[in-house]
């Protein structure tokens, strides 16, 4: 990053000097990201539940509950088609990375280790699941020069594939689905003990009488 510098001559500090490198550079994060860039999971999530956001707090959550019952559901109906190793959109992103690379050449250097010649030069290293493009890494999917390379080593390239790609992953996380609760009015009849009632409550407000203390600060004490 290049620092501004003043008339003087002196650098000047920009907002991004002080915070850690890998808070906001893929090239520096730690850990896998999987190609995700989040700037506010809130935001998405308000603009999902957007018509919601003026009712009452109660029917906005059973709203919302019924806004996840449906897309789990959806989800699980669409997942139980699909019939390949990745889910659909990753096998369209297989696809392509396969036609970047297919006129590409790795060489071996290792057992599991090769150079390719692409546009530029690269390590690939199988093992470690690791190119020097840095891709692999970052996104968790193996970029264009590791499928070269994959290939000229004769391996199957759904094994050097993250699992959270892969459809057995999708179908397991919408495997358990959302019951429907039926309104509570329904299901009260004389006599049930399954019911859990609400609790009682007194009418009528609570008064407070508020006297100064020795220390001339106020406060409150509660009447019953
Ligand atoms: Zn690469």
Redesign the pocket.
Known sequence: MRNLKEEGGAPVQTFLDNLPKENWSSAHFKGNRYGEMCKNASESFHSWILELCALPICQMLEGIRIKLMVMVSERSGEAGQWCSVLCPEMEKTLSEMLTVGQHWNASRSSTYVFE?L?EVS?L?DLVNHF??????RIKGF?????LVAVQKNSGCMYDYIDDYFKLSYYRSSYATLISPIPDIKDMMHEGSEDVILPPLIKKGRTRTKTIKSVSKVPRAITCS
């Open positions: 390719d692409a690269v690939v190119c020097s493009c840095h891709d692999w193996p970029c264009a020069h590791a």
